[in-house]
């Protein structure tokens, strides 16, 4: 297989795993679990030889004993087991291994050896390794559920658009589940442990060029094993449109102490990386609510057309805030065509504010359709790329403002940007939003977040247009 040809690790036809149990607090009775529960589709094989039978399938005492192909094999055995392993793995003719054992790289010198035999052993045997010491692998369109994480006990969340790679697999794991609670549906997921033999660029690689489900890519990334490979990876995805978002740790010393002694990983100069990421169009995140903010305006399918953005909000305080950070953040909120300002000045009451940005005022919770009239002149505007609304919903005005932003929207090509605070939920409120959020409209409920998903979509859609200028020249 070529370095690239990761199939098996996302479609495998049959899946065995040494170390099952039937305890669901083990990593091997987990897993088994979870590839039930999900359904996959293919054969299973426990491996124990503790066990005659497990969840109704046959337990077989070795690997060698399992009857027909294996295309992938999951170990779950202490470390001094894992190379025996790996000589069954070989003469059934396995594709490849995730392995969730420790005891290598990350416990200094003795682990580093016997990690460096795994991995000479891995490379005669022609058998790709994801690992060792990870959570190891989930790809939710095919219930391929490989790791033993908390997340393959969570429902998957739709669309699945997001894939995910991790050093850390804990914190991938608290990453994963954090962003399905704010509505973020995975396509894959994949921890990468020590890296062994495969690593992040990898799989990074394999989720822009081969997986279809995956549109946007997300990374918690300690230190890179092959600076080119990640090139070459982050260049394929700024090619075919796929963003991808980096919360990249290890900044100061202590945090690339850390890192190394986390999964052996070196940190490097943080402010190569930076350089490296603005170079490849890769988007620097340093939270999690980024991540799912960005995931949500993406979803839309508008890349704004520049920088200029045009500001709609309930609040004026809110309005000059939005404005602010969209200025610090290298957008730009330029002042409306005079046209636009005096039909916008004619909605609004007297001590409202036709300026950019626009201030509604209290006044919109009494005349809702305010809302809509103002945003379909600013939508006319070809001062702006983007407009971000700010507004509140009660259940008065729950049903006119979504109808008119729906309406808008939909008449438009335009990225529009809804941020929407409800100080006492009902189910008119919630329907106002749900009705907003299948027609695709990012409604998000933080206008800072929606500020920097837009700063971020835009920087990535500028960044994009000029690679591929360059690729037609």
Known sequence: MSDSDLSYFFQPRSIALVGASSDLTKPGGRCLNALLKRGFPGKIFPVNKQYGELRGLTCYASLIEVPGDVDMVIISVPAQGVLSVLDEAGRKGVKVAVIFTSGFAEIGPEGRKLQEELREKAKILNIRLLGPNCVGIVNLPLSVMASFANIVDIEPVHPMTLGFITQSGAFGAMIYSQAVEEGVGFSSFVSVGNEADTEFADFLEYMVRYHRETEIIGGYLEGAKDGRKLRYAALQALERGKPILMIKLGKTKAGARAAYSHTGSIAGEDAIYDAFFRQVGIIRIESLKELTSFVEVHRARRLPRGRRVAVLSVSGGAGVFMADKLEEWGLEVPEMEEKTRRQIARFLPPFGSAANPVDMTSVLG????????????????????????????????????????????????????????????????????????????????????????????????????????????
């Open 366 to 473: 009494s005349d809702p359709h305010m809302l809509g009239k103002c945003l379909r002149a600013l939508v006319m505007d070809h001062s702006f790329d983007m407009i971000a609304v700010n507004t509140a919903l009660t259940d008065f005005s729950a049903s006119v403002i979504s109808r008119d932003i729906i309406d808008v929207y939909t008449a438009t090509e335009k990225l529009i940007v809804v941020t929407v605070h409800v100080f006492h939920p009902t189910d008119q409120t919630k329907e106002a939003i749900s009705k907003m959020k299948e027609m695709g409209i990012p409604v998000l409920d933080d206008h800072l977040h929606a500020v920097r998903a837009m700063k971020n979509l835009a920087w990535y859609a500028e960044k994009r247009r000029r690679f591929t200028a360059t690729l037609d020249s």
